[in-house]
C-alpha cells in the first residue's frame, strides 16, 4: 500500500493480484471525509491505516466490494456514519452474492448499514455536490468539491477506451453521466482505479468521445442488418483472460448489447 499526499488529500493506493492479472484500487481522505473504504482482501493494512486516519464520515462512490470491503469495520469499530446513493442501500445491507472470480481478487464484503446521501454534503472547509452517475453501477455517484474545483469520480472513468464492459454496466448510461459530470467546472478528476488526474477533463472529454463513436459504430453495423455478436466480432475481435476468468460477466459483448437494448 503506497500513501501519498496532493495539497490536503491523501491517497492510499493498493495493488492486488491473482494470477497475472493486477488491479490497483484507492481510498482517499479529505478534511475528515473518507471517500470508499477499499476492499475486504487489504483488511489487515486498511485497518493500520483507518486506526489513523481520522475520519467523520464515509462516503461510498457505489457498493461494489472493492469500494465497501472495510465498511462493516468502519461501521463496528470506529461508528462513524456511512453514506451511499438510496439505490444502494439494500445491496450494502445484504451478503454480496459475488461471482468466484471476484471473491478471490477483492474479498468478500460483510453486510453494513448505511445512510441515504443527499445531493450536498458539507465537511469541516469544504461543500461538495453529490452527482448520481449510473452506468457502471445503478447507484454510482461522483463528488465535486465545489472549492477546489476537484471532481471524485469514483469508477466512472477508470480508462479512456475501454474494449469490453461489465454485464451491469451500459454504454449509453456511462455517455450520460460523462456528460452529467462535465458540467461542472473542473479540471482535477480523481478516479478510484487510475488515481490523480490533472488533465481530468480531458480523460473525461476523451473517454466520452471514444464511447459516442462505438455507440454510432455499433448502430450503423445494426442498421445495415449485422446482428450483435457479429458486430462484437467485428469491433472487439481480440480476447483477453479477463473475459474467460470473470466468465464473461466481462466481456465486449455487453458494450454492444448495452447500446443496442
Ligand atoms: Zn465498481
Known amino acids: 500500500m503506497k500513501i501519498t499526499s496532493f495539497e490536503d488529500l491523501k491517497q492510499a493506493e493498493m495493488v492486488l493480484s491473482f494470477g497475472k492479472q493486477k488491479m490497483t484500487v484507492s481510498v482517499f481522505m479529505i478534511d475528515g471525509l473518507l471517500i470508499d473504504t477499499g476492499p475486504a482482501k487489504m483488511k489487515a493494512k486498511l485497518i493500520l491505516l483507518f486506526e489513523q486516519w481520522d475520519m467523520k464520515k464515509v462516503i461510498l462512490t457505489h457498493h461494489h466490494e472493492d469500494h465497501t470491503g472495510l465498511a462493516y469495520w468502519l461501521q463496528e469499530i470506529k461508528k462513524v456514519p456511512i453514506y451511499i446513493h438510496e439505490l444502494g442501500i439494500k445491496d ?42 449510473p452506468g457502471h453501477a445503478h447507484d454510482h455517484v461522483a463528488l465535486f468539491n ?57 480523460a473525461i472529454e476523451k473517454k466520452l468521445d471514444y464511447l459516442e463513436s462505438i455507440q454510432q459504430e455499433v448502430q450503423s453495423l445494426y442498421n445495415q442488418g ?6 462484437r466480432k467485428k ?19 455487453h458494450i454492444v448489447n448495452s447500446i443496442l437494448e
Open 92 to 133: 450494502c445491507e445484504n451478503r454480496a452474492k459475488l461471482p468466484f472470480y471476484r471473491k478471490v481478487f477483492w474479498g468478500e464484503r460483510e453486510p453494513f448499514q448505511p445512510i441515504e446521501l443527499n445531493d450536498m454534503i458539507t465537511t469541516d472547509n469544504y461543500n461538495w455536490d453529490v452527482i448520481h452517475t
Open 146 to 202: 465545489q472549492e477546489k474545483g476537484w471532481m471524485f469520480g469514483g469508477d466512472l472513468y477508470i480508462q479512456p477506451t475501454p474494449k469490453s464492459l461489465f454485464a451491469f454496466e451500459s454504454v449509453p448510461e456511462i455517455i450520460t453521466s460523462l456528460k452529467k459530470v462535465l458540467t461542472y467546472d473542473f479540471e482535477t478528476y480523481i478516479c478510484s482505479h487510475a488515481g490523480i488526474k490533472i488533465k481530468g477533463r480531458q
Open 226 to 231: 449485422m446482428n450483435s455478436n457479429a458486430i
Open 235 to 253: 469491433l472487439f475481435p481480440k480476447s483477453h483472460p479477463m473475459h474467460y476468468l470473470s466468465f464473461f460477466e466481462n466481456s465486449p459483448k
